[in-house]
């Protein structure tokens, strides 16, 4: 992950940095994170909208 970064770059002295990790908090698990966004699933189509987006998307791509 050495990529030459624009020293123009409001986060070139920061992009090369290792991630942090908490010594407090152990890292969550995928489905903890999944969880974090099942609300939106509630949300009346939503499940639709991002099919016909990926569809759509698909289509502009090929």
């Not at 409001?10 to 992009?15: F, L, T, W």
């Not at 499940?47 to 990926?54: D, R």
Request: glycine share 2%; net charge positive; charged share 25%.
């Amino acid at each position: 992950m050495n990529k030459k970064v624009d020293q123009k770059s409001p986060y070139a002295d920061i992009i090369n940095l290792p991630r942090p990790v908490s010594k407090k908090h152990a890292p969550l698990t995928m489905k903890q994170r999944a969880a974090q966004f099942s609300p939106f699933a509630a949300v009346s189509g939503h499940s639709e909208a991002i099919q016909k987006t990926t569809l759509e998307l698909e289509k502009q791509f090929k």
